[in-house]
C-alpha cells in the first residue's frame, strides 16, 4: 500500500506549480481590468492584496497594487495617490508620463510581464497599471515594521558601541558604513532562494581582500540553488557541505556592527542576510572565536591577560572531566595521598565508575543549560540555578555522584561560558564527551592521542584557503601579534591585525 505524500512535499510541489504558472502567464494586456484579475489570481486572492482604482482623467484610469502592510503608506498617498489626483485634465497621461513628471518617489522603473510585476509585488513594490498600456510601473516604497537598533544581547561588551544589527539589511550595512568611510568599500548584492528570494549581501574593502575568496563566494552563492534561505547557517552549511568535514566552525557570526566593520579593514568579506540580525565573516580563523571586540577597548595588557584565562579556560571545558577520569580510574599515583583519600571517601558508596558519574552530571547540565535558554526569560535563569544546586546535592546525598564529580563538571560548565564565540562552544561540548570515552578506556594515553589527532584535525582545517589555525600554525610573526595577546596599537597597523595575509 502507498504511503501518504507528505503534506509539506505537496505544499511545496503546488508552490511550484504555481512558479511554472507564474512563467506562463506572458505579457500585459490593454485592458486594465484583465492586468489586474490575472495579478489577483496568481497571488490567490490573498487578504492582503490591496487594489486601488483611481480616476486621474475623464479617459485614463489606473489601479495601484500592493500588499497591506509592505509599503510606506504616507509615501504612497503624499508622492503617489496625491500627484496622481491633481493632473491637469488637458494633459495626455501615459506610464513614461506618470514617471517622469507626476510620481515624486525616488526610484521608479517599469515591469513588461506579469512574473516581473508580481514578483516586485511580494518584495514591497507598489505597482501601478493603467488602461490602454501594456506595461506597469514599479514604485519602490518598501517599509514594514522592523525593530529598533538596541544593545548586543549575543556579544555583549562593558565598554564600546552598544548598538546591534536588526533583521533588516540596509540598516546593518549602514551601521557598518557610519564606521568605515572609506571610497574602497564595496557591497555586492544577490537573491538566493527559489520560494524566499532572500537578499543576500557582500561587503568587502577593495584593495584589502583577496580577490580570489571574492569571486569563490559569489560563485558559490550564485550556485545555491534550494527553496528556501532563511538564515546565515543555511549559507554555512550549504556552501561548506562539499569542503571539508568538521564541527568545527569556519564562518565567524556576529550581531556588532565593529566587530564587522574591523573584519572589513582586515580584509575579511562580511556576509548580510536579509532577515537575521547576524553578519558573516570570512575567511576566519580559530583564534578569532576567542578573540572579543571589547579586547580592543581595554588596555592590551588587561586584554592580553583575559585572553589567557580564556585559553585556560578553553582547556578546563575540553579535558577537565577526562582527567579527572583519567586519574581516578588508572592514575591513583599521581593524586596526593591526602586528595586521594579524600575522594576514596566520597566515592566509598557511589554504585558507578567515574565515567558513569561524569556522563550523569555531564548530560544533566546540559539538559538545565537549554532549559534556561529555551524557557522564557524572567524565569529561565532562576530555574537553570537552583534546578542546578538542588540536582547537584541531591544527586550526591542520594550516593548517585560524588562531591569531586559536581564540582569537576560545574567547574566545567562554568568554563565554557568564557568562550565568547557560541558556536565554538558547542564543538567543545561535543568533543568533551570523546576525551571522557578516551579517558575512560586508555586513561592519559588516550586523551594525549585524542589531543593530538583533535590538533592535526584543526591544522588540516582551512577557510577559503586560509590556514584555519593561523597565525600559530603555520606561524607568521607580524599576524601573532593579536593571536593570543594583544600587542599595543603602536606596534602593529590594519594588514597586522588580520593573520590572512598571504606573505610576511
Known amino acids: 500500500m502507498d504511503r501518504q505524500q507528505p503534506q509539506h512535499h505537496i505544499q511545496i510541489q503546488s508552490e511550484r506549480e504555481q512558479s511554472d504558472q507564474l512563467k506562463n502567464v506572458g505579457e500585459f494586456r490593454s485592458a486594465l481590468k484583465d492586468n489586474v484579475n490575472t495579478i489577483s489570481k496568481i497571488l490567490g486572492s490573498s487578504s492582503d492584496l490591496i487594489v486601488r482604482e483611481l480616476s486621474i482623467s475623464d479617459h485614463s484610469k489606473v489601479a495601484l497594487l500592493y500588499l497591506d502592510g509592505m509599503i510606506d503608506l504616507k509615501t504612497a ?9 491633481n493632473q491637469s485634465q488637458e494633459e495626455e497621461i501615459t506610464l513614461d508620463y506618470l514617471a517622469n513628471r507626476v510620481i515624486e518617489t525616488g526610484e521608479v522603473s517599469t515591469a513588461n510581464s506579469f512574473s516581473e510585476a508580481i514578483e516586485q509585488i511580494v518584495f514591497g513594490s507598489l505597482i501601478l497599471l493603467m488602461e490602454g498600456e501594456q506595461g506597469a510601473l514599479i514604485i519602490s516604497i518598501a517599509e514594514w515594521e522592523d525593530r529598533t537598533v538596541m544593545e548586543s544581547k549575543a556579544q555583549p561588551a562593558v565598554r564600546g558601541p552598544q548598538n546591534s544589527f536588526t533583521e533588516k539589511l540596509r540598516t546593518n550595512t549602514t551601521l557598518v558604513r557610519r564606521k568605515v568611510k572609506d571610497t574602497r568599500v564595496r557591497l555586492d ?14 561587503m568587502y574593502m577593495d584593495g584589502v581582500v583577496d580577490n580570489k575568496i571574492v569571486k569563490e563566494l559569489h560563485q558559490s552563492l550564485k550556485s545555491i540553488n534550494k527553496d528556501q534561505i532563511l538564515e546565515g547557517e543555511y549559507i554555512e552549511e550549504i556552501i561548506l557541505s562539499n569542503k571539508q568535514f568538521t564541527i568545527f566552525p569556519r564562518f565567524y557570526n556576529t550581531d556588532r556592527p565593529d566587530t564587522v566593520a574591523a573584519g572589513i579593514l582586515e580584509g575579511r568579506i562580511a556576509i548580510f542576510i536579509e532577515g537575521t540580525p547576524f553578519a558573516l565573516l570570512a575567511p576566519s580563523l580559530f583564534v578569532d572565536f576567542l578573540q572579543s571586540a571589547e579586547d580592543y577597548y581595554q588596555s592590551y595588557l588587561y586584554s592580553s591577560l583575559i585572553r589567557v584565562l580564556r585559553y585556560f579556560s578553553l582547556c578546563i571545558c575540553l579535558f577537565a572531566p577526562s582527567i579527572y577520569i583519567a586519574l581516578t580510574t588508572f592514575h591513583q599515583d599521581m593524586i596526593p595521598t591526602h586528595l586521594l583519600i579524600s575522594i576514596a571517601g566520597q566515592r566509598e558508596g557511589t554504585p558507578f565508575p567515574a565515567f558513569i558519574e561524569a556522563l550523569i552530571m555531564e548530560v544533566t547540565f546540559e539538559i538545565l543549560r537549554e532549559a534556561g535558554i529555551r524557557m522564557p526569560r524572567t524565569i529561565g535563569q532562576a530555574v537553570s540555578i537552583v534546578g542546578t544546586i538542588v540536582i ?3 544527586a550526591v546525598e542520594a550516593g548517585i555522584v560524588s562531591a569531586a564529580m559536581v564540582i569537576v563538571v560545574a567547574i566545567t560548565a562554568i568554563s565554557s561560558f568564557v568562550i565568547p564565540a557560541y558556536n565554538l562552544a558547542i564543538p567543545i561540548r561535543i568533543v568533551r564527551f570523546i576525551f571522557m570515552l578516551l579517558a575512560t578506556t586508555f586513561g592519559s594515553y588516550g ?21 584555519y589555525m593561523g597565525p600559530i600554525a603555520p606561524y607568521r610573526k607580524r599576524a601573532a601579534r593579536d593571536a593570543i595577546l594583544r600587542f599595543p596599537f603602536r606596534s602593529r597597523d590594519v594588514k597586522q591585525m588580520s593573520g590572512t595575509e598571504n606573505q610576511e
Open 77 to 85: 498617498q503624499d508622492s503617489v495617490i496625491g500627484p496622481l489626483l
Open 189 to 202: 548584492s544577490l537573491f538566493v532562494g527559489n520560494f524566499t528570494k532572500t537578499e543576500i549581501a557582500l
Open 392 to 394: 547537584g546535592q541531591a
Open 447 to 467: 586523551i594525549t592521542i585524542g589531543w593530538v589527532l583533535l590538533l592535526i584535525h584543526l591544522c588540516h582545517l582551512n577557510s577559503f584557503g586560509v590556514p
